[in-house]
């Protein structure tokens, strides 16, 4: 039996101006039940392009390709970037030991990107995969300006994964389309004041687990995935 037996996967997607510290201090607030499955696309500067920069919310979308991130076709045309990026993410999602179930965080762009992640492994399989995909600090697709070509790609994507998208004290505008993207429901969540981490941790932890395996992790557990997290590459 491996040391991850048991332990529900939880891939977590930065994106390109999320803080490291973010990601780290979430993966120590994890609880034991959760193994955290750091995937960094954002830090590869093809990826960066692809993804685009963080952007203020507008009131209208923008228009744009519409892109199948897994046939990856603009009229009739192959477009090998986003194609190929959301696939290499189906296998380094697989290549981290996660062959069933799992979930998803993103954050910002990272969320774009968990949502075609999403959609594309649900596609493949026939059925739900991802069953919830968590959403920080991100407006909708299409609902910002400077985003890129994946940010597109994916306006129209519906998944059966149920969503759940948080925002801090002062929620910001463009998060309402979110539930356009999921035929399972969307939930909108106010994190309360105080340690981020360990607010969206806890939240994460209600959400995917019965409350008698929400115990926090032992120290050797902790050690390993913040190693993990720390050592994570595009």
């Known amino acids: 039996m491996t040391v991850d037996a048991g332990r529900f996967p939880l891939v977590l997607l930065p994106g390109p101006d ?26 590869d500067a093809a990826t960066r392009d692809l993804l685009g920069p963080e952007g203020d919310p507008v009131s209208d979308p923008v228009a744009g390709p519409v892109v199948d991130p897994v046939a990856g076709l603009v009229a009739g045309l192959v477009v090998d970037p986003v194609a190929g990026l959301v696939a290499g993410l189906v296998r380094r999602v697989r290549d981290a030991g996660v062959t069933g179930r799992f979930a998803l965080h993103g954050w910002g762009t990272g969320a774009h990107l968990g949502l075609a992640l999403a959609g594309a492994v649900e596609r493949a399989a ?34 059966e994964s149920r969503l759940v998208v948080c925002a801090g004290p ?12 999921s035929t ?10 105080g340690p981020r981490p360990t607010a969206l941790a806890s939240l994460i932890a209600t959400r995917l687990l019965p409350a008698t395996t929400r115990a926090p992790r032992t120290p050797a557990a902790q050690q390993r995935d913040e190693s993990r997290a720390a050592h994570a590459t595009s």
């Open 170 to 181: 002062v929620p910001g505008r463009g998060l309402a389309p979110w539930s356009r993207h």
């Open 184 to 193: 399972s429901g969307t939930e909108f969540v106010t994190l309360p004041p």
């Open 18 to 43: 999320t803080p490291a510290a973010d990601v780290t201090d979430l993966v120590h607030a994890l609880p034991a039940a959760l193994r955290p499955v750091v995937l960094r696309p954002a830090a």
């Open 126 to 159: 026939g059925h739900a995969v991802c069953t919830t995909l968590f959403v920080s600090d991100a407006v909708a697709p299409g609902r910002a300006p400077a985003h890129g070509p994946l940010t597109h790609a994916v306006r129209r994507t519906v998944t």
